[in-house]
């Protein structure tokens, strides 16, 4: 099956941890983004990538990270330094540059939720 | 940052009604636009696509496009208890090629 996946499904943070979510696809996409989604809240960028080893910081970048070493990965590390992590993750796809000008759907992993103890 | 607008709700809709969602945007170089669907507790699914000024149809959902007014929405008519859900619009930022959601509007289809 063709898709995005997300683990874990639920990640509980302690105070001063890193941690990593993981996102991975098997659509042979090129642009991978992160989103974070507050309840209640639409949904704001985080990081995006349009191209393996190549990203670019989002509206809310700070306290975050990430990698793009393979096409099909893009983990996102929550740091200490973000001072508000609870919150709902979610990770998209989309064919990018290889699309055109106009298309950029980008499709959704099932996301998750990470809680600060 | 280039902002979507979108109604919270909730909207409220008898079934078998036709459900109206509008969303404004302030990119007016944006060409693309989406609407997803997202259920509560789950991840947003794309229901629609439009690229074009005027309408398009795709079984019971219809998106309309007035690129003039910055203005984009989409109709579900025949509205099941099953659309009850959140619909967020997201417009295309051409300069970083991504999408920027509104916050969303809460649909709730009364049986």
């Known amino acids: 099956d063709g898709g995005i996946t997300q683990s874990p499904k639920y990640l509980f943070r302690k105070e001063g941890q890193n941690v990593t979510l993981s996102c991975e696809q098997n659509?042979?996409?090129?642009?991978m983004y992160w989103y974070r989604q507050d309840p209640g809240q639409g949904l704001r960028l985080i990081y995006y990538?349009?191209?393996?080893?190549?990203?670019q910081k989002g509206d809310i970048a700070e306290g975050y990270s990430v990698s793009r070493e393979k096409k099909e990965s893009f983990p996102l590390t929550v740091t200490s330094a973000q001072k508000n992590p609870t919150a709902f993750y979610l990770c998209?796809?989309?064919?990018?540059?290889?699309?055109?000008?106009?298309?950029?759907?980008?499709?959704f992993g099932p996301g998750t939720r990470l809680t600060v103890l | 940052q280039k902002e979507v607008e979108q109604n919270s709700g909730p909207l409220s809709v008898p079934e078998g009604a036709i459900a109206s969602l509008n969303c404004t945007y302030s990119?007016?170089?944006?060409?693309?636009f989406f609407w997803y669907r997202q259920y509560s507790g789950k991840s947003p699914e794309l229901i629609m696509s439009?690229?074009?000024?005027g309408d398009k149809e795709d079984g019971r959902f219809t998106a309309q496009l007035n690129k003039a007014s910055q203005y984009v929405s989409l109709l579900i008519r025949d509205s099941q208890p099953s659309d009850s859900a959140t619909y967020l619009c997201?417009?295309?930022?051409?300069?970083?090629?991504?999408?920027?959601f509104g916050s969303g509007t809460r649909l709730q289809v009364q049986p």
């Open positions: 990119d007016r170089v944006s060409q693309s």
């Open positions: 997201a417009p295309r930022d051409t300069g970083r090629r991504a999408l920027t």
């Open positions: 659509l042979n996409h090129d642009a």
């Open positions: 990538s349009q191209i393996v080893n190549d990203f």
């Open positions: 998209a796809s989309s064919m990018g540059l290889r699309a055109g000008g106009l298309t950029n759907e980008q499709f």
């Open positions: 439009i690229y074009s000024n």
